[in-house]
């Protein structure tokens, strides 16, 4: 495992990391076979985001007695209310539930403490210049943070947030599909020879704030780079080819202030298949003449990465694990018998949707989330 040093926050984190997302549907023994299986590789950095009380203890019994061996990445904002993940900035439930983590995690402090979730200018001020922030310094001041940093998907906020002085480093989603500009004709004008060291292609206001991350050592961190496995098959993918885990963290590590890469494991043969990439070839990594050959090129605004910030649902509706579902049972002719099993055993499905459109008004990728409950109902 390489290591990189994050931004200028002095830690030097594993260039794979863990990110806890998808251990929230796993037991205790589960969990602990993943993080041990991370550990033995060399893995030192973890984002544990969720608010979900289990998955939080799971976590804290798989590090009992190796806490120092790792780097938490744990998020300030991210409550659990009525049985679900809520953001919220209210500090009468922001601190408890930080204190939860902690207390869960059996630690008392994160390496990193993120405030979560900011898409857009509005509540990046809001909070910034508000008691969030305070509480935030409050944290740190006591030590129960070690440095400040910040989950977004939009980055015009990641660069308010680069720019704020304070905030020293950002998780922010990085993948092929979410870089590219929209289709053009040439795609040779996408992927040159000199590719990545050159960034063509990739949208303008992405390749600003790499490279403005970079001047002011703001270190990235790196969520859906994956893009919640789409990219893993051509049926999927955007671009009409599929991509190895290998290819998509080469990609991402290729960009500009980033040191770590977070993927999602559900078992340990997911963690065996993403440290593959320490020792790959170069045809193994090359991700630039495969995109190259791909018979389309779409942007990915619309589809569902399974984030999960479309929480909470007022029907309480899983809607990452049922529109996961349906992306599953869509790719197949008829839907396989262990997804439809596995849709019958969710305590909310389609049919429970009230078209409310609150999941819509806070997905960070505008996907049609009611428009796909209806086509659920249909299907299952």
Not at 124 to 145: P, S
Request: with cysteine; hydrophobic share 35%; aromatic share 8%.
């Amino acid at each position: 495992m390489r290591y990189r040093e994050l931004g200028k926050t002095g830690l030097m984190v594993s260039e794979i990391g863990l990110g806890g997302e998808w251990l929230e549907r796993h037991n205790t023994e589960e969990v602990k076979a993943v993080i041990d299986t991370c550990e033995k590789e060399g893995i030192n950095l973890l984002d544990c985001w969720m608010s979900e009380p289990n998955v939080r203890s799971n976590i804290g019994l798989a590090l009992k007695g190796k806490r120092d061996r790792w780097m938490i990445q744990g998020h300030i904002g991210s409550i659990w209310e009525n049985g679900q993940y809520v953001r919220s900035r209210e500090l009468s439930k922001v601190k408890p539930a930080f204190e939860d983590l902690l207390a869960r995690l059996q630690t008392g402090y994160v390496d990193l403490g993120m405030i979560h979730f900011i898409d857009t200018k509005e509540e990046f001020e809001r909070v910034i210049n508000g008691e969030f922030m305070e509480y935030v310094r409050q944290l740190k001041k006591e030590g129960k943070i070690r440095h400040i940093g910040m989950s977004t998907h939009n980055p015009q906020t990641a660069e308010m947030a680069a720019c704020q002085g304070e905030i020293e480093m950002i998780l922010f989603s990085i993948n092929p599909a979410f870089d590219m500009l929209p289709p053009v004709t040439d795609l040779e004008q996408y992927f040159a020879e000199q590719y990545e060291e050159s960034l063509s292609g990739i949208a303008p206001e992405r390749e600003r704030l790499y490279q403005l991350c970079e001047q002011n050592r703001i270190g990235i961190t790196v969520m859906k780079g994956y893009a919640g496995g789409r990219l893993f098959h051509a049926e999927t993918s955007p671009f009409g080819v599929a991509l190895t885990p290998v290819q998509c963290i080469h990609y991402a590590l290729t960009r500009p202030a980033v040191a770590s890469i977070l993927a999602g494991f559900d078992n340990p043969q997911h963690v065996s298949e993403a440290v593959a990439y320490e020792t790959a070839s170069d045809a193994q990594k090359d991700y630039a003449s495969v995109l190259a050959a791909a018979p389309k090129h779409a942007f990915s605004t619309g589809q569902c990465t399974y984030c999960g910030h479309c929480a909470p649902c007022p029907a309480g509706i899983d809607i990452a694990m049922v529109n996961k579902l349906y992306d599953l049972a869509c790719m197949q002719g008829e839907v396989p018998g262990t997804v439809r099993a596995h849709y019958a055993q969710l305590p909310a499905g389609a049919k429970d949707c009230i078209e409310c459109g609150g999941c819509e008004s806070r997905c960070p990728f505008q996907v049609p989330v009611i428009d796909r409950m209806r086509k659920m109902k249909e299907l299952f």
